[in-house]
């Protein structure tokens, strides 16, 4: 592919420590998703289907998982000449001094010169947490036809839950006159889905001024916004329709795997021509055995179902021995449910054992239990 | 184990798999719905330390030159190479077209090679080997050539048309034959040879001076018979051998099995093959699976039991597939019925369809094909 003009950066320094033991040891866009994916290839393989070449990744919490990931820049076919994945961690450099991201913004600003040695004319900016796909070379387009100087994605949410979001306020033509973070009586439905297009030299100024401020937080919702606002520069909406989900959350995370089964989720990840990527692994096709009972199921390569497996979610190499029962759940990679064994409403982490009989979750529970360690079995 | 390198070769038309290879070489045959028979030599040889691979193909590359062409293997992408080497002559379906002439007619990339050693092995054969332990063992034994061969006890209905190895107490080969039923008891030549590349290179010329249509394993048999000191190893753990369509079938569906699978793949032993970045399968409510092995990005909304489901596969509902091989991308529509079945690639059964070959067959739908 030749030089795109846009060049992409992936906020992925976050915990997430709202999905509690699942990022115990890795950072949040490393947690598995879909059966066999990681959340961070949501952004990584829209950038490639959207045709950007060069991505960079910003990490920060447990970065050593993350950054070997993303670096292997050929799982999203971004490893030919002119494309690269890179992994940018806070570093020490020789004008100043090992300082970790302040924020967002100052994530960005730390790795200004990263950015000019592509010199590009767009910066996009993504958050290495959310799953959805889009066409950031489309919403490049509207951003270029609006001469806009940001163009910030924004998705209509029910009127009742835009006190949760940040919203953006427009006017008819979608111009941003104003963001509110979590307004109690919100003017607009829209909520930024932190996906922004920003010209480059513009947020170079306006970044390169923030750094310096001592009051700012350092923030893209926080302070950037308002300053492109106050300075007078045009901010548009960029509005989006499809499915987008936020898997901040436990109960998210198993949402949007749920969202997988559901035909009218608009979560579909079959599409032949909007692939998501991700790391191949050398696992076997599913195994169903003779007595199993599977229906509702999103399953994937190196799983083994022996028993009962009804709206769930299989991720690479879980296994459902016979006589258990899995029901309204997810198993991550490597998970095992024994033989006898009662799994409902649950989301059990990477490797964890279910042992023999014992009972986890249950239908009429509010919240989704986290499994993260062994569960001992009824002998 | 830098001290040998790999050749993978063709059936050279000594074996013929009816339809499906005539879309492609038995190397490329789909096996359990995702791997080709050619990743079980190629891991083989490279979880062995080999990592200059010579893969011979005589008829339709595109979808062999397509497969090795990923990245999918543990070769490092400096020191090592996989190359596809084809026999100039088109002869595809002449009794000259051996082993021999292919080599014959790659003999300087052959002689380039610097290790002393190399481990020919079949690209239509699954089974799993350490090389490494092989050539150890050759080594070791003081053969100039050592042959790979499983001992089995259902030789009267199966490996019809592989080779069989006859063996003095000492382990020498004295007779190598090609197995038409009969006896039970026989020791099914895996084709796989362990030799110094300086032997390879004589064997070469001697069956060219002997004849134009005789092959190594012949060669190797009558040196055998001249005094050369040839050994029999026996293969431990699963094998299956695509020597004919009913195989091929047959294979596939034994496979489905715990005990039979784990053989072939062990997290130690990882077989690598191209990845296709398909999703998971979607299981359906109403589906019906039984004894199966489903690939990824399939669509399961009727009934599938023991079967083998390559990937991107749409079994709709009321649709009943049983005891069958169904390649990639077929489409089984509503209410049809496919048993006792290989089903190529891409094929689609359209509603309300029965297809079901004569009692004790196993039938075969073309690629592409509209039933």
């Known amino acids: 592919m030749s030089q795109n003009k846009m060049l992409a950066m992936i906020l992925a320094g976050g915990r997430g420590s709202r999905l509690y033991d699942l990022t115990a040891n890795i950072a ?36 050593v998982d993350l950054g070997s990931y993303a670096a292997n820049a050929g799982t999203w076919g971004l490893d030919v000449r002119g494309s690269g994945v890179y992994v940018l961690p806070p570093r020490e450099k020789a004008n100043a001094d090992l300082n970790v991201y302040r924020g967002t913004a100052d994530a960005i600003t730390q790795n200004i010169d990263f950015i000019d040695r592509f010199a590009p004319e767009y910066v996009l ?4 947490d959310h799953i959805y796909k889009m066409e950031y070379d489309k919403m490049l387009e509207y951003h270029i036809a609006n001469k806009a100087d940001a163009t910030i994605a924004v998705r209509p949410v029910p009127w009742k839950e835009a006190p949760r979001f940040g919203i953006m306020n427009t006017d008819a033509e979608l111009n941003i006159v104003e963001f509110e973070e979590k307004p109690k009586n919100p003017k607009s439905n829209l909520a930024s889905m932190g996906i922004y297009i920003f010209t480059w030299k513009k947020l170079k100024e306006l970044l390169i001024a923030d750094s310096t401020d001592p009051a700012s937080k350092h923030d893209f919702g926080m302070n950037l916004i308002p300053a492109y606002l106050s300075g007078g520069s045009k901010l548009v909406a960029y509005k989006f329709e499809g499915y987008w989900k936020d898997v901040g959350t436990v109960d998210s995370l198993w949402e949007a795997n749920m969202d997988l089964l559901d035909p009218n989720s608009g979560l579909d990840l079959s599409e032949g021509d909007w692939r998501i990527y991700t790391e191949d692994v050398s696992e076997i096709p599913q195994y169903i055995g003779p007595e199993a009972d599977v229906e ?51 989301l059990i982490a990477n490797d964890v054992v279910i042992g023999k009989g014992a009972v986890v979750g249950a239908a009429d529970s509010d919240k989704i239990e986290l499994i993260a360690k062994d569960v001992k079995g009824v002998e | 184990m830098a001290s040998a390198f790999g050749i993978i070769t063709t059936t050279a038309n000594r074996l013929h798999v009816e339809g499906l290879e005539a879309h492609r070489p038995a190397a490329s045959f789909s096996v359990l719905g995702r791997y080709r028979t050619v990743d079980f030599p190629v891991c083989n040889m490279t979880n062995s330390g080999i990592e200059r691979i010579q893969v011979y193909v005589n008829q339709n590359p595109r979808s062999l030159t397509e497969h090795l062409a990923g990245r999918q293997y543990n070769v490092n992408s400096k020191t090592g190479k996989i190359q596809l080497l084809f026999s100039e002559k088109n002869t595809a379906n002449s009794i000259y077209n051996t082993d021999i002439a292919a080599y014959s007619d790659n003999i300087n990339i052959i002689k380039r090679m610097h290790q002393e050693y190399v481990i020919i092995a079949p690209g239509y054969i699954v089974y799993i080997q350490d090389y490494k332990a092989l050539l150890d063992q050759h080594i070791a034994s003081g053969a100039e050539v050592t042959l790979l061969y499983h001992p089995v006890n259902n030789a009267d209905t199966r490996y019809i048309r592989q080779r069989a190895l006859t063996m003095d107490e000492s382990g020498q080969v004295t007779y190598m034959h090609y197995n038409n039923g009969g006896d039970p008891d026989k020791n099914i030549f895996l ?64 496979m489905i099995n715990p005990e039979v699978f ?7 032993w990882p077989i690598y093959t191209m990845t296709t970045d398909s999703c998971p399968t979607k299981y359906f409510e109403g589906a019906v699976v039984r004894n199966s092995m489903i690939s990824n990005a399939c669509k399961i909304e009727g009934t599938v039991i023991n079967s083998v489901i390559g990937r991107g596969c749409h079994i709709a509902k009321g649709a009943y597939v049983k005891d069958s091989v169904i390649l990639a991308h077929v489409d089984v529509d509503e209410n049809s019925v496919v048993e006792n079945e290989v089903v190529d690639k891409w094929a689609h059964i359209t509603a309300n369809t029965v297809v079901k070959p004569a009692e004790g067959t196993i039938g075969y739908v073309e690629r592409d094909d509209t039933i």
């Open chain 1, 28 to 63: 949040k866009p490393a947690v598995p998703f879909g059966g066999k994916y990681r959340i961070v290839d949501f952004p990584l393989s829209n950038c490639a289907n959207s045709g950007i070449d060069v991505v960079g990744v910003l990490t920060q919490y447990e970065s």
């Open chain 1, 125 to 128: 900016v993504l958050s290495g």
């Open chain 1, 296 to 346: 509702n199921a999103y399953i994937t390569q190196g799983c083994r179902v022996e028993g009962k497996v009804h709206h769930s979610v299989l991720f690479t190499s879980s296994e459902v021995k016979k006589d258990a029962t899995v029901i309204d759940t997810v198993l991550m990679p490597g998970a095992v449910v024994e033989s006898g064994a009662t799994v409902i409403r649950a």
């Open chain 2, 191 to 254: 084709d796989t040879f362990v030799m110094k590349k300086e032997t390879f290179l004589s064997l070469i010329q001697k069956a060219k001076d002997y004849s134009s249509s005789c092959t190594l394993a012949r060669i190797v048999e009558r040196e055998a018979q001249n005094g050369m000191k040839v050994l029999g190893v026996a293969h431990e753990g699963y094998f299956a051998c695509f020597s004919d369509f009913n195989a091929y079938h047959h294979a596939n569906l034994e």
């Open chain 2, 262 to 268: 784990t053989q072939l793949f062990k997290p130690e």
